[in-house]
């Protein structure tokens, strides 16, 4: 009877070690029982796949930039009808400007036409940070993400001045469009 070559195999990095080796020579991680050479090949290769896998995710986890979660800032009744108005201003804004040249007086014409810009402006900033209040937040905190590494996430103070500063953006733009009106109308 043939008798079998036994070896032990290092649970850490896979490497056949002889049957008398207490340690590992590759580790130097302590070796368990002897098992056949058939047996350690086998646990030798179980051993190196998964070593590999565990390198392959700690280099992809090195390289890869965490997901970061959306800002999920809420659209409450007050932000709709505040860009509901705006809309609405913004349409009587863009009618005033195509008509512009028609409606005003000569010496005012350029004037009122950067005047309305200025409104279309404000009112357009006004309605994004109403109607989509998550990605203006993130876009206003850009540069938060590239100096801190992380993105603010916005307080219940800073929700409510938000909707305040949209709501004073869209109120600027509609006084404007009623400084326009009043100057058409002749009040002004």
Same mark, same amino acid.
């Given at each position: 009877? /043939?008798?079998?070559?036994?070896?032990?195999?290092c649970p /850490?990095?896979?490497?056949?070690?002889?049957?008398?080796?207490?340690?590992?020579?590759?580790? &130097?991680?302590?070796?368990?029982?002897?098992?056949?050479?058939?047996?350690?090949?086998?646990?030798?290769?179980?051993?190196?796949?998964?070593?590999?896998?565990?390198?392959?995710?700690?280099?992809?986890?090195?390289?890869?930039?965490?997901?970061?979660?959306?800002?999920?800032?809420?659209?409450?009744?007050?932000?709709?009808?505040?860009?509901?108005?705006?809309?609405?201003?913004?349409?009587?804004?863009?009618?005033?400007?195509?008509?512009?040249?028609?409606?005003?007086?000569?010496?005012?014409?350029?004037?009122? @036409?950067?005047?309305? @810009?200025?409104?279309?402006?404000?009112?357009?900033?006004?309605?994004?940070?109403? @109607?989509?209040? &998550?990605?203006?937040?993130?876009?206003?905190?850009? @540069?938060?993400?590239?100096?801190? /590494?992380?993105?603010?996430?916005?307080?219940?103070t800073g929700? /409510?001045?938000?909707?305040?500063?949209?709501?004073?953006?869209?109120?600027? &733009?509609?006084?404007?469009? &009623?400084?326009?009106?009043?100057?058409?109308?002749?009040?002004?």
């Amino acid at each position: 009877m /043939k008798k079998e070559i036994m070896a032990k195999v290092c649970p /850490k990095c896979g490497i056949v070690n002889s049957e008398k080796a207490e340690d590992c020579e590759a580790c &130097g991680t302590g070796l368990g029982a002897a098992v056949t050479s058939r047996q350690a090949n086998k646990l030798s290769r179980q051993i190196s796949k998964k070593n590999e896998k565990l390198r392959k995710a700690i280099a992809d986890e090195k390289h890869s930039v965490p997901a970061e979660e959306p800002i999920d800032i809420p659209v409450t009744p007050t932000r709709i009808v505040i860009g509901v108005i705006g809309c609405l201003a913004m349409l009587c804004e863009v009618v005033l400007m195509v008509f512009s040249y028609r409606l005003f007086p000569e010496d005012f014409t350029y004037e009122m @036409f950067m005047l309305g @810009f200025c409104a279309l402006i404000l009112l357009i900033i006004g309605v994004l940070h109403c @109607f989509i209040p &998550g990605m203006m937040w993130s876009i206003e905190h850009c @540069f938060d993400k590239i100096y801190y /590494k992380e993105m603010p996430r916005p307080s219940d103070t800073g929700l /409510k001045l938000l909707t305040f500063s949209s709501a004073l953006l869209v109120l600027l &733009g509609i006084a404007s469009v &009623g400084f326009q009106i009043a100057v058409i109308c002749g009040l002004l």
